[in-house]
């Protein structure tokens, strides 16, 4: 059973840099596609950027070119950094691992950009 514990969230004023850690326990951490999802108050939860098992990156239009995805397979972490920060990034951000069929989500992590 996967466990996804994420940190780095916290409060910037727009324009600022936050970094998003995703650490996951069990195995097989390679193989796994993760994902960066996040929910607004009042909103469905809404796809942020996505790494596959070769590194290959999506990302949504409202965060591209701001944000970057990564991982490190020897730590089995996930990142995402995220740059220019704007008021409309403000949510909760959730790490989504899927290893051949199996989903599991972290418990999210709050942003909030504000000035």
């Known amino acids: 059973q996967v466990q996804l514990v994420e940190s780095g969230g916290g409060s910037v004023q727009p324009g600022g840099s936050l970094r998003l850690s995703c650490a996951a326990s069990?195995?097989?951490?390679?193989?796994?596609?993760i994902s960066w999802y996040r929910q607004a108050p009042g909103k469905e939860r809404e796809l942020v950027a996505e790494?596959?098992?070769?590194?290959?990156?999506n990302y949504a239009d409202a965060v591209q070119g701001r944000f970057t995805i990564s991982r490190d397979n020897a730590k089995n972490t996930a990142y995402l950094q995220m740059n220019s920060l704007k008021p409309e990034d403000t949510a909760v951000y959730f790490c989504?691992?899927?290893?051949?069929?199996?989903?599991?989500w972290g418990q999210g992590t709050q942003v909030t950009v504000s000035s």
């Open positions: 989504k691992h899927r290893l051949i069929g199996t989903v599991t």
């Open positions: 069990g195995s097989f951490f390679s193989l796994s596609v």
């Open positions: 790494i596959t098992t070769g590194s290959t990156t």
